[in-house]
């Protein structure tokens, strides 16, 4: 099922950027113009589309578990603390976002005490911050505290 | 004499305190990423890669290629100790490693998988010097056309190296071509799929999507299932391997380096096929082949040996013709680009400070690899230890500080986080990533000499077949596509 609906993205996807490419121009005075190549790129992402499509008895992925319960869960939380920190990073800085991250990630993950949930989480994204910030010059997204 | 001269001068611009240093850190880094499961070279590369912007282009691709072939030494120690391989070109050597050390022999394993990628290291390097000022006669006369056929020439090559479906991997290819057209057009600076966002006029960031594809895709697929890691609980001890164990593993070191080199040098070799044909090979030429598999030496010293060599021999095709044999070298070779550096024919002529100073990094960093190895081996067996789960939110952390420190844009991290999600999935329905990667990196070389080369011409794609060196290459590209048509196409054997 995941797999048909890749391939029909597939499809969808090259058709779309055909269409586009076209819009952009194919050939100009100079030889091929800047939608050349993304047209023949567009093409094969949906004529390979098309082929899975058509021979998915035969290139099926085998075996593909996905995820469900707890690790359906862990796979979430994952994606989200990245979103949830994305978010917060302009507002908050990159330690205190580093450090909810973390805390909600260590403790969602798997059952671990809060001390060590908290000592982790902080001694982490300070060393973290140190290192770049402070070692290396990145300027790392600042909260209203000044890191 | 002309290598030895080069050597020379790659030795005096290596031998500094800082770039001495980076090759160390990028040695330690390497082993360090290689022993924990979880995290392959190329994710670490690509975490580090924005470290590098700060540095001098000969320090931060000595510390990236030394991530690289530290990695390869790493990778056995978890192998021989838990029977998880640290990256995928250790994965054979679980089958007699992990074997010797349930016996008590873990000490010889891991002792003589470090000597055996030391000495094929070193006979690789030596190779390295003694082929790559071959193709510098050849340098001086490539201009657009010829890039460009070189270019084509990579792209056949990368068809090669995928690995299941060909059709998925050709589709990767394809979207490697669009991923990399975002932005703005390379010759006439029109904007292409920017839809009006500003944050996409310079492109996607190579970097974000790298950590996406292989850092982040990792640990969602890691999460799923947290295991516990159960270390071989012995004291390891005997590290320097006996005389019989030398006698036994003398030949498939040598057989290993020279194996490991050419499929280096290969595109679509590479370290994980090294290790696996030696294997292969070395049982085949074994008087005993019912002994591997059992804990037997040279099922651990061919592959080890055969995996460090072709990180050597892949640096051939990398940095003389600016062709990238797989994902890690495609790493390097946009590192490079980022500094403002071409990788390729010209590259030994104009910079061959740098070009042989790359070349002696490897003689050093094996060097400190060997020195790394042996006296760390307890440390790397506690670090084992860690938990996944403290592990993985620490990797996640640098995962984002990597995708930011590249453009200090936080746009790049949605990205990372879109290509994260698409890896994972990508990987669950068995697709190679490896392409995907090598045509980002590829197609705004062979667009932009594609285009030189037509402005140039008087005659639109002639010119393509009145120049020697790119008929030549393009006749290569063809022999290749035509011997890939007859290998998909002929019957398969009953």
Known sequence: MAERALNLFWVALGLATCAYARSLGLTGPGGPDSGLFPFIAGAFVAAGGLWLLLRARQTRAGNVVWPRGAALARVTMVTGGLVAMTLLLPYIGFVAAAVVTMVVLLRAIERTRWIEVIGLAVASSVAVWWLFARVLAVPLPQGPWGF | ?494
């Not at chain 2, 002639?462 to 596509?481: E, T």
Request: glycine letters at 12%; one cysteine or more; aromatic letters at 8%.
């Open chain 2, 1 to 494: 004499m002309e290598a030895l001269t080069g050597l020379a001068t790659g030795f005096g611009a290596i031998l500094t305190p800082a770039n001495l240093w980076y090759c160390f850190v990028g040695s330690l880094i390497g082993t360090l990423i290689g022993v924990l499961p979880g995290i392959g070279p190329l994710a670490a590369m690509s975490l580090l890669l924005p470290i590098t912007f700060s540095l001098q282009p000969l320090g931060a691709v000595a510390m990236l290629a030394a991530i690289f072939y530290g990695a390869m030494y790493g990778g056995s120690t978890t192998s021989v100790l838990v029977n998880i391989p640290g990256e995928a070109a250790s994965v054979v050597t679980c089958l007699d490693g992990y074997e010797m050390a349930k016996r008590g022999r873990a000490g010889a394993a891991l002792g003589m998988a470090a000597i055996g990628s030391f000495i094929a290291g070193t006979i690789s390097v030596v190779l390295v010097t003694l082929f790559s000022p071959a193709l510098t006669t050849v340098a001086l006369k490539f201009g657009p056309p010829e890039n460009a056929a070189l270019m084509v020439f990579g792209l056949v090559c990368t068809v090669l190296m995928i690995r299941g479906s060909p059709v998925k991997g050709l589709v990767m290819i394809a979207l490697g071509f669009l991923i990399a057209a975002v932005g703005q057009d390379v010759v006439n600076g029109r904007e292409r799929f920017t839809f009006g966002s500003v944050d996409l006029l310079a492109g996607l960031e190579l970097v974000s999507i790298v950590i996406g594809l292989f850092g982040v895709s990792e640990i969602l697929l890691n999460v799923e299932e947290l295991a516990r890691n159960d270390v071989v609980r012995t004291k390891i001890a005997g590290l320097l391997p006996t005389a019989a164990d030398w006698r036994a593993s003398w030949k498939p070191i040598l057989r290993g380096s020279g194996l490991g080199f050419l499929l280096g040098v290969v595109p679509g070799g590479g370290p994980v096929t090294a290790s696996f044909l030696s294997y292969t090979m070395e049982k085949r030429l074994s008087k005993t082949p019912e002994k591997f598999g059992t804990g037997t030496i040279e099922g651990v010293a061919g592959p080890e040996s055969a995996n460090n060599a072709a990180v050597a021999g892949s640096m051939i095709p990398l940095l003389s013709l600016g062709l990238p044999a797989n994902a890690v070298t495609a790493l390097l070779l946009g590192a490079l680009i980022i500094q403002g550096i071409q990788p390729g024919p010209m590259f030994m002529v104009q910079r061959p400070d740098l070009f042989w100073g790359v070349i002696a990094s490897l003689y050093v960093g094996n060097v400190f690899l060997l020195l790394l190895n042996l006296p760390l081996i307890g440390l790397w067996v506690q670090l084992l230890r860690v938990p996944y789960r403290i592990l993985f939110p620490l990797i996640l952390l640098l995962c984002v500080v990597g995708a930011f420190a590249a453009n200090k844009n936080l746009f790049d991290l949605p990205v990372m986080i879109g290509f994260g999600v698409a890896g994972y999935v990508l990987r669950k329905l068995e697709y190679d990533l490896a392409p995907l990667i090598l045509a980002i990196v590829l197609a705004p070389l062979l667009e932009q000499s594609l285009r030189q080369s037509l402005v140039m011409s008087q005659d639109g794609f002639a010119i393509f077949l009145v120049r020697p060196i790119s008929v030549g290459i393009l006749a290569l590209s063809a022999a290749v596509v035509a011997w890939i048509a007859w290998r998909a196409l002929r019957p398969a054997k009953p």
